[in-house]
């Protein structure tokens, strides 16, 4: 971030009761899940703003792994994410368990077309399949390593489904029983601004494509999202992942033209 009025803006902001509320309100979540859930707290990482401001806040809190980090083949990976996972493995000495997950091409590949959001049977039980092999393989890894909980960055700004899911559950912790595992979201009720002024005003490191000039770096993902992921292509993340990096979306268009109507 070189505009020097933004960083001031998220500077002032970290300033404010209400942003200094949100992270003592976070630290306070993270304490009482690890507290009183009897089990190991596990946290998902991705490499992305979010996660890493709940990294840190959950060093900050006493947590210490390990990381749980699931990329999803070249297509869908972008290296900046692993070496932000390396980052994080070094800064805070923590054990990261990897795993690769097929991507979501596997799911077009699977029922022979390309879609954004599953709308037929065969969508939605294909969708469910790459579910269980990417996200619950996941969570059957994290209980091998001891831990049935998860730490997640979710936030309910960030779409439709995400505030339905987190308002109401109390105090950002929940059981997910289809992933049989306590969830804590200590993010769920941050805004973009907070995580940016939380980054800036602690001096954490974030991916470069968050400095893409012309683009929200509040809504912007640091990841490649087909299925269920309409709100963030209907705010131009295909056109974002064409500008940042053509050849990767070149690589996508190629096998499912469908792509370019999404610009």
């Keep these: ?132 092999r990417s996200f619950g393989v996941l969570s059957d890894i994290a209980r091998r390593h001891g831990c049935a909980s998860v730490f997640l960055g979710l936030r309910m700004e960030e779409s439709h489904q995400r505030r339905m899911v987190l308002a109401h559950r109390r105090g950002g912790i929940y059981y997910a029983r289809t992933r049989r595992q306590w969830t804590c979201c200590p993010l769920y009720r941050w805004t973009g601004r907070d995580i940016w002024a939380y980054l800036v005003s602690r001096g954490l490191p974030w991916v470069p494509l968050y400095d893409a000039p012309g683009w929200d770096r509040e809504r912007i993902r640091n990841d490649v999202v087909f299925c269920a992921g309409g709100g963030s292509i209907r705010h131009g993340q295909f056109a974002f992942w064409r500008r940042l990096y053509p050849d990767l979306f070149n690589r996508l268009a190629a096998e499912w033209p469908e792509i370019g109507r999404y610009i």
């Design 1 to 132: 971030m070189t505009d020097s009025a933004e960083l001031e803006k998220y500077r002032l902001h970290a300033k404010l009761p209400a942003f200094r509320r949100h992270v003592e309100e976070a630290v306070g979540i993270i304490r009482k899940a690890i507290s009183e859930t009897p089990s190991s707290w596990a946290l998902s990482y991705s490499g992305g703003k979010d996660s890493t401001v709940m990294l840190d806040l959950c060093h900050l809190a006493g947590w210490r792994g390990p990381i749980l980090y699931q990329s999803y083949g070249p297509l869908e990976t972008l290296p900046d994410n692993t070496r932000m996972v390396e980052w994080a493995r070094s800064r805070y000495n923590l054990e990261v368990v990897a795993h690769e997950a097929p991507g979501e091409f596997q799911i077009f590949r699977e029922v022979g077309h390309f879609f954004i959001e599953p709308e037929t049977p065969e969508e939605v039980r294909s969708v469910q399949r790459w579910y269980r």
